[in-house]
């Protein structure tokens, strides 16, 4: 294999790709990085985003946010467990539904029965005015001689 910088021409196919990758005993580097000829280097972004004048203390005040707000995930999930475990205790002590379930399904329940009570009554009292109008009406027609055709069983 020919190294770079051998040949006159930087696309030459035998070299391609060699030039980023470090050499097969070195460990392998991070971050922005050039190889020229063999040479490795920063470049210059990288540099001036560590040479940046306060550098040290914006990833202070960010690592200190980030705390904060792990901190406050801590908090709000430690609540969360103090709250469950009191109601799976109550759960337990009332031997199922907490009271405010238990009266939500018996209302329910009246509720229906109430219904089926009502239907049951509105039914009664249609039959009973059925009834009612069919006398009255066989009543006008006998007054009137006039009779209806009964079908009886």
Not at 99 to 111: M, N, P, R, V, W
Not at 119 to 137: A, G, S, T
């Amino acid at each position: 294999r020919v190294r770079l910088g051998a040949h006159s021409s930087h696309r030459c196919p035998c070299v391609r790709g060699s030039a980023s990758r470090a050499s097969p005993g070195s460990p392998r580097r991070r971050g922005s990085r050039r190889a020229l000829f063999g040479y490795t280097y920063r470049t210059s972004a990288t540099m001036s985003a560590f040479s940046k004048p306060g550098f040290n203390v914006d990833r202070m005040v960010k690592a200190n946010a980030a705390y904060a707000r792990a901190d406050a995930d801590a908090y709000s999930n430690m609540t969360t467990q103090q709250v469950s475990v009191w109601h799976e205790k109550q759960y337990h002590q009332t031997g199922g539904p907490t009271i405010g379930e238990k009266q939500k399904k018996e209302s329910a329940s009246e509720l229906k029965m109430a219904n089926a009570s009502v239907h049951e009554l509105r039914r009664q009292r249609m039959r009973e005015q059925i009834e009612f109008d069919n006398l009255r009406y066989d009543a006008e027609l006998g007054a009137m001689g006039l009779t209806v055709a009964k079908e009886r069983l």
